[in-house]
């Protein structure tokens, strides 16, 4: 018997020892702060809890349609018509389990042995493992501050083989907490879109994101080019991680690939979380889920002024995603072993850099602001004082 090949590829989260050790310090007694999780502390609207409560009155509770229910669809292409000012076709919706069965289903839907996607290093580290699982090929491409570490139209066209057949982009993105500006992301949009490339944008945070000069919400990249796949989730902005809902946006031409795909590898997402995510888009949870970003932008404040008290530059200020992406160099320690040391010695739970890529991975570590603002501060507090202590 044999393990596949592809499993055997596959590289974990190297950041899970952290939080593994984390908890083995908790079980010892030692109260950890914890700045490395990307989830936040709030959990659902107060309305989608109840509808979700409301679900279990003995109705049946069948499976879905592969993309969703046709209620939920609406529900979402309202959300983009309302928040976004964009008109989306409900059936080009598919509901899916979290964000992450989304990016299976499009990558499994659009890449081929041998393709090349491109995204930027740094990036969500599963994107990488998932184009390998389908026989792409992850092209990563070094950022820098210079583009808040994001990709640009310049960056993609350096980057480009004629083996390219997906630009994949996040938006806000993890693990930097930066945006891409809308004319840039335009022009990436229309390089890709030229030479006869997917786009592939993630907008998972992109309702946490900074309001616009004029007060508008953040333009999804569905503004200027219909024809991208979008992914988004519940997660973020409704604080819904443990639900595992997202959902993507396809052009017509990948509606029917992704919904047998669906069938096969998932059946469909939950039937009563689906009908609770409803809820998400009352009134009362759209007010709520405001407030709360209002909030994430005062805990930003605190993580970014603490981090520059106490030596930890922020190259890219953060614009979207809860996250800080810190350069630790001048502490004479790399990210992965001031990551371990902050944990052992301060008790503070960070993410070193090294899951994210390979440019900065050794530079660079990933702070979260969606803790509380009370473990923000602690955290930090904590940090000072060890950092002080090296001398």
Known sequence: ????????????????????????????GHRIVRLNLGEPDFGAPAAVRRAMAGTMDGRRLAYTSSLGTPELRAAI?????????VEVDPARIAVTMGASAALVLTIAATVEDGTYVLMADPSYPCNRQIVASFGG??????????????????????????????????????????????????????????????????????????????????????????????????????GMTGWRLGWCVLPEELV??????????????????????????????????????????????????????????VPSAPDGAFYAFADVSGTGLDAWDFCGRALREAHVALTPGRDFGTTHGDTHVRLSYAASHDDIVEGLDRLETWLGSLG
Do not use: C
Request: charged share 25%; hydrophobic share 45%.
């Open 1 to 28: 018997m044999q393990v596949s090949r592809r499993a055997q590829a596959i590289e974990p989260f190297h950041a899970m020892a952290f939080g593994d050790l984390a908890s083995e310090l908790e079980a010892a």
């Open 77 to 85: 292409a309202g959300f983009y018509r309302d928040r976004h000012g």
């Open 137 to 238: 090929r992850a092209l990563t491409v070094p950022t820098s501050p210079a583009t808040r570490f994001q990709l640009s139209r310049d960056l993609v066209e350096q980057a480009w083989t004629p083996e390219t057949g997906v630009v994949m982009v996040a938006t806000p993105s993890n693990p930097t907490g930066t945006t891409i500006p809308r004319d840039e992301l335009a022009a990436i949009s229309d390089l890709a879109r030229e030479r006869g490339a997917w786009r592939l944008v993630d907008e998972i945070y992109l309702d946490t994101a900074d309001r616009a000069p004029d007060g508008s919400p953040q333009r999804t990249v569905l503004a200027h080019d219909p024809d991208a796949i979008v992914l988004n989730s519940f997660s973020k902005a409704f």
């Open 256 to 313: 029917g690939p992704v919904e047998r795909l669906a069938m096969n590898y998932f059946l469909s997402a939950s039937a009563p979380v689906q009908i609770a995510a409803l809820a998400a888009f009352s009134p009362e949870s759209l007010a709520e889920a405001e407030e709360r970003r209002l909030d994430l932008l005062d805990r930003r404040r605190t993580m970014l002024d603490g981090l520059a008290r106490i030596g930890l530059p």
